[in-house]
């Protein structure tokens, strides 16, 4: 299944928090809190706001950091993804 967010939604996809000791053993981050960071899978069109027309500033494939707490979690597919309004994305990881 394919989700379409529309306005000005994005479609994130979790980046999984792994942490490497000093030795080198990784492990992986499924105990603590969920990282901000994620990748973007979809963006919607945009919206116009005011008359304007909202410009969408991410695109897919951008690694991005969004707000805490916000968003929708969704299942599709036995993938958890998150719906968020492009303003609760704080910034692109380049």
């Known amino acids: ?4 967010p529309l306005g000005d939604r994005v479609v994130l996809k979790q980046l999984i928090a792994e942490e490497t000791t000093k030795s080198g ?18 963006v919607g069109p945009g919206i116009l ?3 304007k027309e909202v410009k969408m500033e991410v695109k897919v494939g ?4 969004y707000s805490k707490y916000s968003g929708t979690e969704v299942k599709i597919d036995d ?3 998150i719906i968020v309004k ?5 910034a692109i990881v380049e």
């Open 1 to 4: 299944m394919k989700l379409v």
């Open 25 to 42: 053993i990784v492990i992986p981050g499924q105990n603590k809190e969920k990282p901000q960071q994620a990748e973007v899978i979809a």
């Open 49 to 51: 706001a005011d008359g």
């Open 62 to 65: 951008d690694q991005v950091i």
């Open 79 to 81: 993938e958890e993804v």
């Open 86 to 90: 492009q303003s609760d994305i704080l």
